[in-house]
């Protein structure tokens, strides 16, 4: 079928299928370098952001440059598929208000943003009557994805998911060097390589949601853990128990060969091995959105998330007070995401 379509519209086979034509709108951390890698794979990148100086500068490394969106949904070929890459909220309801008057049956409407999974279903919804085809895509990767490639949850009708599969492969990470699941033969191909049709509208922001929720638990369990290591030299406790620890060192050994090893440990081991005392970070933590969704979400599925709670409140509390545990949730934030505190 995919082959099929992209003869059918004179698309080009490169080393990964074929060479596909596609718009891309936000071009801030995640979304340039989702324009370059898609570049870097042989597919045609018309870009659109509100600093033209950002689109003119994308143009120079091979992009399309266009200076409104009405003008990016013309240089595209029909049918027209467009990535929004823009803050969630009023910026992307608005973006996809806009495109919705300016594209046409057949079309795709492409939200790689953090929407919240709900808003996904309803813009579907309002799109169907014209033909517009509306796809929600949680993105993982943050400002590494260039080179590591982003994880993808992607949600909306299969035959569109499967038409734009050329796009989703480029930007996935690939198997690289991690070893196949046991017990997968049969299935699905594409989990192994990073990216995933989680199902309907909805679906892709909402297993992203839940990502993003764990992920708060993941920081939070590394942050109390080190807190406690650095406070075990405190003069509180009696001098024979006192010890002495290098929290780098001892987050350097973790990451070979312990259960515990992660990305998320690449990044706090990095940051302790620059600044052991983490001095830079006031330990202001701020949250997304999506560990409040979460925690919503399991409210109202009646699912006990403990874990996932008390990590979220805990980034509110951080924002009154401040720990050494969250020294290291600023540190993590900064290194996979860009995520500078506040007054930064």
């Not at 969106?69 to 070929?77: F, I, N, P």
């Not at 949680?138 to 796009?167: A, F, H, N």
């Not at 010890?243 to 973790?254: Q, R, S």
């Amino acid at each position: 079928m995919l082959g099929n379509y992209c003869r059918a519209y004179g698309y080009q086979r490169v080393n990964e299928g074929f060479r596909m034509q596609i718009g891309i709108v936000g071009l801030g951390r995640m979304g340039a370098n989702i324009a370059r890698r898609l570049m870097r794979h042989g597919h045609e990148c018309v870009v659109f952001d509100a600093n033209l100086d950002v689109s003119l500068a994308l143009g120079r490394e091979g992009a399309t440059s266009s200076a409104a969106l009405q003008d990016l949904v013309k240089r595209l070929k029909a049918p027209r598929a467009v990535w929004l890459m823009v803050p969630a909220g009023e910026p992307t309801a608005k973006a996809v208000n806009e495109l919705g008057g300016l594209m046409a049956e057949g079309d795709t409407i492409i939200d790689g943003g953090n929407t919240f999974w709900k808003d996904d279903v309803a813009r579907a919804k309002a799109l169907k009557p014209r033909g517009i085809h509306y796809l929600d895509v949680g993105t993982s990767g943050g400002v590494w994805g260039l080179e590591r490639g982003y994880c993808l949850m992607i949600g909306g009708d299969k035959d569109v998911v499967e038409r734009l599969d050329p796009i989703f492969r480029a930007l996935a990470p690939g198997a690289g060097d991690i070893e196949p699941t046991r017990h997968r033969e049969g299935r699905d191909p594409r989990p192994g390589q990073g990216y995933l049709h989680a199902g309907p509208n909805g679906a892709g922001h909402f297993v992203k949601m839940i990502h993003n929720g764990i992920e708060y638990g993941l920081m939070q369990a590394y942050a109390e853990g080190f807190d406690i290591l650095k406070h075990a030299a405190d003069e509180s406790l009696v001098p024979e128990h006192r010890l002495e620890l290098n929290l780098a060192d001892i987050a350097e050994t973790w990451r070979r060969g312990s259960v515990i090893t992660s990305w998320l440990l690449d990044l706090t081991a990095a940051a302790l091995a620059e600044e052991v005392d983490l001095a830079s970070y006031s330990g202001h933590v701020a949250d997304s959105g999506e560990g409040r969704w979460t925690i919503q979400a399991a409210i109202e599925e009646a699912v006990p998330a403990d874990v996932l709670s008390a990590a979220l409140y805990t980034r509110f509390r951080s924002r009154q007070q401040h720990t050494f545990a969250e020294k290291i949730l600023s540190a993590m934030r900064k290194g996979f995401g860009g995520h500078q505190e506040p007054g930064a």
